[in-house]
């Protein structure tokens, strides 16, 4: 039986930069995958690759077993595609949208009428298979896009960014939608930068600038920093960090204008450093280590965008 998707030394070189840098991962049938990483770290190129949009530069990536470079046809079959940018023709109505996509994968009459109708129940929006898609929400028009790559029945379900612009409400709908196609064999595969969709996937692979950092479950990835995050404000970096290395023994971290501690028992040292230092700390905070937490242990700084 092969995984999922079994990729193996990926690189990509775009005329200015090497966007992808020897990745390699494997992911078994049945798993929901999140990649999480910050613009320009190489997510979406990876996702262009294995939706077959793009040839690598060097490596390969086997969809089922099927060679993205060698046999692209084979691997496609076998994926529904969820892109970043909406795909659907707004002036169609919801069924009318899947009728045709449907058409593109050669089914039709009875069989692409039923399945159809499958494909809007799944996703509830078959009392509104009748309005026209520019008539539905964001998180409607994401679930129909998601109606649409399910018609063909994939094993594999990609998508990219794809609650991108959704209110949280409508993003955790969606978010509970591809947790249960998971859950009843499809295995899928996102690029994310939200914590939440990374935090409810099996496994987490961190992608920046275009090296796979980590490919573990989020507890795991948690486990990593070994207790508390502690992140102080102040005026003055170098001098704070001086006063708190030969008092307490730590070396902080500066990250995006703070210094951040990674202890055990991190409230006992938020008190302290308060109470120590009262006319050198702007504010502090502590808690138990985030996804965006790994993140910045694994590479300096803070992941970009909604995530921070």
């Known amino acids: 039986m092969h995984d999922a998707v079994d990729v193996r030394q990926l690189g990509h070189r775009f005329k ?3 966007a992808l840098i020897d990745v390699s991962f494997s992911v078994a049938r049945g798993e929901m995958v999140a990649l999480l990483g910050p613009n320009g770290g190489g997510k979406t190129t990876l996702f262009r690759i294995l939706a077959t949009l ?3 530069s060097r490596g390969d990536a086997l969809v089922f077993g099927h060679s993205v470079r060698e046999d692209p046809s084979a691997a496609r079959a076998l994926m529904g595609v969820v892109f970043q940018r909406p795909g659907l023709d707004l002036k169609l109505t919801v069924r009318e949208n899947l009728r045709t996509h449907g058409m593109l994968y050669g089914l039709r009459g009875a069989d692409l009428a039923r399945r159809s109708d499958q494909a809007l129940d799944l996703m509830a929006l078959s009392d509104r298979a009748s309005d026209r898609a520019e008539a539905l929400s964001g998180g409607l028009q994401r679930r129909a896009e998601l109606a649409k790559s399910l018609l063909h029945r994939p094993s594999l379900l990609l998508l990219d960014e794809p609650s991108t612009g959704l209110d949280p409400g409508a993003r955790r709908d969606f978010l509970n939608h591809l947790v249960s196609l998971a859950a009843d064999g499809v295995t899928v595969m996102l690029t994310t930068h939200f914590m939440e969709e990374a935090d409810r996937s099996g496994r987490v692979g961190i992608l920046d600038s275009g090296r796979l950092a980590a490919f573990e479950a989020p507890d795991r990835l948690k486990e990593r920093i070994g207790g508390d995050v502690v992140s102080v404000r102040t005026a003055d970096l170098d001098a ?3 006063k708190v290395s030969a008092r307490f023994q730590l070396a ?3 990250v995006d204008g ?3 501690y990674e202890v055990a028992g991190g409230h006992r040292l938020a008190a302290a450093l308060v109470e120590e230092f009262p006319g050198d700390i702007s ?3 502590w808690g138990r280590p985030t996804l965006d ?3 910045t242990h694994l590479t300096g700084r803070r992941l970009e965008g909604d995530a921070a």
Do not use: H, K, M, Q
Request: hydrophobic share 40%; net charge neutral; proline share 5%.
């Open 293 to 295: 937490d790994v993140f």
């Open 283 to 285: 504010s502090v905070t």
């Open 258 to 260: 703070t210094l951040r």
């Open 16 to 18: 200015d930069r090497e």
């Open 252 to 254: 902080g971290a500066r």
């Open 54 to 56: 793009l040839r690598p």
């Open 240 to 242: 704070l960090a001086e």
